[in-house]
């Protein structure tokens, strides 16, 4: 299945896309939450298709994916080009960074770029989204507490995050720096993780061409591994890294400007939006 929240933005109500429709489920689940999935929800959600009788609608916005992530635990330089184009190591453990939950949006929502920054920088990547609560978990048994597979545009600040001293997550948590969607995709539906193509371009330009089969650190290891740090609760968001193209490794480096346009997409998860608009005080 493929879930997905729609509706104006702060009022979103939950869905499912079952055979390329789109249904409502408003009536039936409160959201698409930590709640829904530590309560079996996509086993009700199931049920419920399998019943029929639901609304059929045409979403006219998409929120994020999942609703306020308790957690959203990021992956930096996980794929071995892009370590490569950043001229950084490959890591010998995973990077581990977090980005505020304040960040996420709808996946066709505006990117805005912060006050003062003139190095906003895009990165497509696969995002995990947990579904029951991991703690110590292996390699072996990991995916059994992974629940879907979402789209996620990890918008980065390369001078916050690079040049200013202290944690990277400072460059990643801008507001509209997580957009997240169209859908949180079941894991059923997803044969291998660790073998999906994903793409952006920029103003119709692609920038980024990848497959997470260049992932230095796959899925299964990386839910292992946090696990031992620290437990992983129903709808946290594990973002595993993006693979080459970025602006920061371009030569010159480019970065995003007021008026562009991005999309982006991964195999089976969907594809995304976003214009890209210049700070203004409200």
């Given at each position: 299945?493929?879930?997905?929240?729609?509706?104006?933005?702060?009022?979103?109500?939950?869905?499912?896309?079952?055979?390329?429709?789109?249904?409502?489920?408003?009536?039936?689940?409160?959201?698409?939450?930590?709640?829904?999935?530590?309560?079996?929800?996509?086993?009700?959600?199931?049920?419920?298709?399998?019943?029929?009788?639901?609304?059929?609608?045409?979403?006219?916005?998409?929120?994020?994916?999942?609703?306020?992530?308790?957690?959203?635990?990021?992956?930096?330089?996980?794929?071995?080009?892009?370590?490569?184009?950043?001229?950084?190591?490959?890591?010998?453990?995973?990077?581990?960074?977090?980005?505020?939950?304040?960040?996420?949006?709808?996946?066709n929502d505006n990117i805005i770029i912060p006050k003062g920054?003139?190095?906003?920088?895009?990165?497509?990547?696969?995002?995990?989204?947990?579904?029951?609560?991991?703690?110590?978990?292996?390699?072996?048994?990991?995916?059994?507490?992974?629940?879907?597979?979402?789209?996620?545009?990890?918008?980065?600040?390369?001078?916050?995050?690079?040049?200013?001293?202290?944690?990277?997550?400072?460059?990643?948590?801008?507001?509209?720096?997580?957009?997240?969607?169209?859908?949180?995709?079941?894991?059923?539906?997803?044969?291998?993780?660790?073998?999906?193509?994903?793409?952006?371009?920029?103003?119709?330009?692609?920038?980024?061409?990848?497959?997470?089969?260049?992932?230095?650190?796959?899925?299964?290891?990386?839910?292992?591994?946090?696990?031992?740090?620290?437990?992983?609760?129903?709808?946290?968001?594990?973002?595993?890294?993006?693979?080459?193209?970025?602006?920061?490794?371009?030569?010159?480096?480019?970065?995003?400007?007021?008026?562009?346009?991005?999309?982006?997409?991964?195999?089976?998860?969907?594809?995304?939006?976003?214009?890209?608009?210049?700070?203004?005080?409200?």
């Open positions: 299945m493929k879930l997905f929240r729609h509706g104006v933005a702060g009022s979103e109500r939950p869905g499912v896309m079952v055979d390329d429709k789109h249904y409502d489920l408003g009536d039936h689940i409160n959201d698409i939450n930590e709640d829904f999935l530590a309560d079996e929800g996509i086993s009700k959600v199931a049920a419920l298709v399998e019943r029929g009788g639901l609304k059929e609608i045409s979403p006219d916005r998409f929120g994020s994916a999942v609703h306020r992530p308790g957690k959203i635990i990021c992956i930096g330089l996980n794929y071995r080009k892009h370590a490569e184009e950043s001229g950084m190591a490959v890591p010998t453990e995973p990077v581990v960074f977090f980005k505020a939950s304040s960040s996420v949006v709808g996946p920054s003139e190095k906003t920088d895009w990165e497509v990547e696969l995002a995990v989204v947990i579904g029951k609560k991991a703690s110590y978990v292996s390699e072996e048994e990991a995916l059994d507490y992974v629940a879907g597979y979402v789209l996620h545009n990890d918008v980065s600040e390369r001078a916050f995050q690079l040049e200013r001293g202290g944690q990277w997550v400072k460059g990643k948590s801008c507001d509209t720096f997580a957009p997240l969607g169209p859908y949180l995709v079941t894991k059923d539906e997803v044969k291998d993780p660790n073998n999906l193509k994903l793409w952006l371009t920029l103003n119709g330009e692609k920038v980024q061409d990848g497959n997470t089969d260049d992932f230095i650190f796959n899925v299964q290891e990386v839910v292992s591994y946090l696990s031992q740090f620290m437990s992983l609760l129903p709808g946290d968001i594990i973002s595993t890294g993006t693979p080459e193209g970025v602006g920061l490794g371009m030569k010159p480096p480019r970065y995003l400007v007021h008026g562009d346009v991005i999309e982006l997409g991964i195999e089976g998860l969907g594809t995304a939006k976003q214009n890209v608009v210049a700070y203004e005080k409200l």
